[in-house]
Protein backbone atom coordinates (compact mmCIF):
# COMPACT_ATOMS: atom_id res chain seq x y z
CA UNK A 1 0.00 0.00 0.00
CA UNK A 2 1.57 3.27 -0.69
CA UNK A 3 2.46 5.97 2.45
CA UNK A 4 -0.33 8.74 0.39
CA UNK A 5 -3.22 5.87 1.27
CA UNK A 6 -1.71 4.58 4.74
CA UNK A 7 -1.15 8.27 5.79
CA UNK A 8 -5.42 9.10 5.12
CA UNK A 9 -5.83 5.73 7.08
CA UNK A 10 -3.51 7.12 10.10
CA UNK A 11 -5.89 10.17 9.84
CA UNK A 12 -9.12 8.30 10.31
CA UNK A 13 -7.93 6.20 12.81
CA UNK A 14 -6.75 8.77 15.04
CA UNK A 15 -10.53 10.51 15.10
CA UNK A 16 -11.48 6.92 16.67
CA UNK A 17 -8.50 5.93 18.97
CA UNK A 18 -9.33 5.18 22.45
CA UNK A 19 -8.27 7.84 25.04
CA UNK A 20 -5.33 5.58 26.27
CA UNK A 21 -4.02 5.58 22.69
CA UNK A 22 -1.12 8.54 22.37
CA UNK A 23 -0.65 8.35 18.61
CA UNK A 24 -0.05 6.69 15.45
CA UNK A 25 3.26 6.09 13.60
CA UNK A 26 3.54 5.05 9.96
CA UNK A 27 6.67 2.12 9.36
CA UNK A 28 7.62 -0.18 6.78
CA UNK A 29 4.42 -1.27 5.80
CA UNK A 30 2.15 -0.65 9.18
CA UNK A 31 0.08 1.43 10.92
CA UNK A 32 1.39 1.22 14.74
CA UNK A 33 -0.99 2.45 17.94
CA UNK A 34 1.10 3.95 20.34
CA UNK A 35 -0.36 3.58 23.64
CA UNK A 36 -0.09 5.76 26.73
CA UNK A 37 3.50 5.33 28.40
CA UNK A 38 4.19 4.40 32.03
CA UNK A 39 4.96 7.14 34.42
CA UNK A 40 8.97 6.01 34.43
CA UNK A 41 8.99 6.35 30.82
CA UNK A 42 7.87 9.88 30.50
CA UNK A 43 9.90 10.78 33.77
CA UNK A 44 12.85 9.80 31.59
CA UNK A 45 11.88 11.46 28.31
CA UNK A 46 11.11 15.15 30.49
CA UNK A 47 14.59 14.34 31.88
CA UNK A 48 16.27 14.21 29.01
CA UNK A 49 14.32 17.35 27.53
CA UNK A 50 14.95 19.14 30.62
CA UNK A 51 18.46 18.73 30.64
CA UNK A 52 18.63 19.42 26.82
CA UNK A 53 16.59 22.92 27.43
CA UNK A 54 19.73 24.13 29.44
CA UNK A 55 22.16 23.24 27.03
CA UNK A 56 20.67 23.79 23.61
CA UNK A 57 21.09 27.11 21.53
CA UNK A 58 18.00 29.46 21.50
CA UNK A 59 18.13 28.37 17.71
CA UNK A 60 17.11 25.14 19.18
CA UNK A 61 14.17 23.63 20.81
CA UNK A 62 13.88 20.41 22.96
CA UNK A 63 10.49 18.70 22.47
CA UNK A 64 8.52 15.76 24.16
CA UNK A 65 6.18 15.48 21.37
CA UNK A 66 5.70 16.19 17.98
CA UNK A 67 5.83 13.94 14.62
CA UNK A 68 8.59 14.14 12.10
CA UNK A 69 7.22 12.62 8.82
CA UNK A 70 9.38 11.69 5.76
CA UNK A 71 6.67 11.15 2.99
CA UNK A 72 9.13 10.16 0.39
CA UNK A 73 10.49 7.45 2.50
CA UNK A 74 7.10 6.91 3.21
CA UNK A 75 7.75 6.93 7.65
CA UNK A 76 5.61 8.86 10.00
CA UNK A 77 7.54 8.53 13.66
CA UNK A 78 6.73 10.63 16.96
CA UNK A 79 10.15 10.59 18.79
CA UNK A 80 9.86 10.60 22.80
CA UNK A 81 12.04 13.46 22.97
CA UNK A 82 13.35 15.79 19.74
CA UNK A 83 15.82 18.40 19.18
CA UNK A 84 14.65 20.61 16.26
CA UNK A 85 15.31 23.84 14.74
CA UNK A 86 13.28 26.51 16.46
CA UNK A 87 12.04 28.22 13.62
CA UNK A 88 10.42 25.23 12.17
CA UNK A 89 8.63 24.47 15.54
CA UNK A 90 6.97 28.00 15.04
CA UNK A 91 6.32 27.91 11.92
CA UNK A 92 2.38 28.28 11.63
CA UNK A 93 1.01 24.65 10.20
CA UNK A 94 -0.71 21.51 11.99
CA UNK A 95 1.97 19.96 9.45
CA UNK A 96 4.90 17.21 10.99
CA UNK A 97 7.84 17.78 11.52
CA UNK A 98 10.13 17.64 8.10
CA UNK A 99 13.28 15.46 9.25
CA UNK A 100 16.10 18.23 7.50
CA UNK A 101 14.79 20.48 10.83
CA UNK A 102 15.73 17.42 13.39
CA UNK A 103 18.89 16.86 15.06
CA UNK A 104 18.67 14.63 17.68
CA UNK A 105 15.57 11.98 18.71
CA UNK A 106 15.23 9.98 21.51
CA UNK A 107 13.59 6.88 22.51
CA UNK A 108 12.67 5.40 25.76
CA UNK A 109 12.29 1.55 25.30
CA UNK A 110 9.17 0.35 25.91
CA UNK A 111 8.67 -3.03 28.07
CA UNK A 112 7.37 -4.49 25.74
CA UNK A 113 7.81 -3.30 22.57
CA UNK A 114 11.64 -3.48 22.26
CA UNK A 115 11.90 -3.88 18.39
CA UNK A 116 10.52 -1.27 17.30
CA UNK A 117 13.17 0.92 18.65
CA UNK A 118 16.36 -1.09 18.49
CA UNK A 119 15.20 -2.69 14.83
CA UNK A 120 12.57 -0.09 13.32
CA UNK A 121 13.28 3.19 13.96
CA UNK A 122 16.99 2.59 13.98
CA UNK A 123 16.51 1.93 10.27
CA UNK A 124 13.96 4.61 9.82
CA UNK A 125 16.09 7.40 11.39
CA UNK A 126 19.14 7.39 9.45
CA UNK A 127 17.01 7.06 6.45
CA UNK A 128 15.74 10.49 7.31
CA UNK A 129 18.49 11.47 7.85
CA UNK A 130 18.66 12.46 11.38
CA UNK A 131 21.80 13.09 12.83
CA UNK A 132 21.60 11.57 15.85
CA UNK A 133 19.26 9.09 17.74
CA UNK A 134 19.74 8.51 21.71
CA UNK A 135 18.39 5.02 22.49
CA UNK A 136 17.65 4.75 26.21
CA UNK A 137 16.73 1.19 27.91
CA UNK A 138 15.58 1.69 30.92
CA UNK A 139 14.76 -2.27 30.78
CA UNK A 140 18.54 -2.77 31.06
CA UNK A 141 20.38 0.38 31.98
CA UNK A 142 22.01 0.64 28.46
CA UNK A 143 22.50 4.04 26.60
CA UNK A 144 23.16 3.85 22.78
CA UNK A 145 24.15 6.65 21.07
CA UNK A 146 23.83 6.22 17.34
CA UNK A 147 25.61 9.02 14.72
CA UNK A 148 26.68 9.66 11.53
CA UNK A 149 23.93 8.29 9.18
CA UNK A 150 24.72 7.63 5.71
CA UNK A 151 24.23 5.01 2.87
CA UNK A 152 25.33 1.31 3.71
CA UNK A 153 25.48 -1.94 1.10
CA UNK A 154 22.44 -3.03 3.59
CA UNK A 155 21.05 0.48 3.14
CA UNK A 156 20.65 3.74 5.35
CA UNK A 157 22.67 3.29 8.64
CA UNK A 158 24.12 5.16 11.65
CA UNK A 159 27.84 4.29 10.97
CA UNK A 160 28.84 5.11 14.16
CA UNK A 161 27.64 3.47 18.09
CA UNK A 162 29.08 4.82 21.45
CA UNK A 163 27.38 2.47 24.27
CA UNK A 164 27.02 3.55 27.84
CA UNK A 165 24.96 2.45 31.30
CA UNK A 166 22.66 4.46 33.68
CA UNK A 167 25.33 6.64 35.70
CA UNK A 168 27.66 7.66 32.98
CA UNK A 169 27.88 11.31 31.51
CA UNK A 170 26.34 10.90 27.85
CA UNK A 171 27.50 12.87 25.01
CA UNK A 172 25.33 13.38 22.07
CA UNK A 173 26.11 15.75 19.63
CA UNK A 174 27.53 18.97 21.25
CA UNK A 175 25.81 18.27 24.70
CA UNK A 176 25.86 15.85 27.62
CA UNK A 177 23.07 13.91 29.17
CA UNK A 178 23.90 12.94 32.81
CA UNK A 179 22.32 9.69 33.81
CA UNK A 180 23.19 9.68 37.11
CA UNK A 181 19.50 9.75 38.46
CA UNK A 182 18.17 7.58 35.84
CA UNK A 183 16.26 4.39 37.10
CA UNK A 184 15.45 0.99 35.34
CA UNK A 185 12.11 0.58 35.10
CA UNK A 186 10.60 -0.90 38.99
CA UNK A 187 9.81 -4.58 37.40
CA UNK A 188 12.90 -5.07 35.00
CA UNK A 189 14.73 -7.74 35.99
Known amino acids: MDYKRMRAIADELAKVMP???????IGADQIVMMMSPSRAHDLLAFKIRHQLEQQIP???AALTAGDVEDPVLGRLRRPDVLVVDFEAFEEDTMDPLHPADVRLVAEIVSPSHRTSDYVDKMRDYPAMGIPAYLLVDPNDGRIQVHTEPGPSPDGPQYH???DHTFGDPV???DWTVDTADFRRYPNAK
Not at 19 to 25: H, Y
Open 19 to 25: DEAKSLE
Open 58 to 60: PTL
Open 160 to 162: RRY
Open 171 to 173: PVL
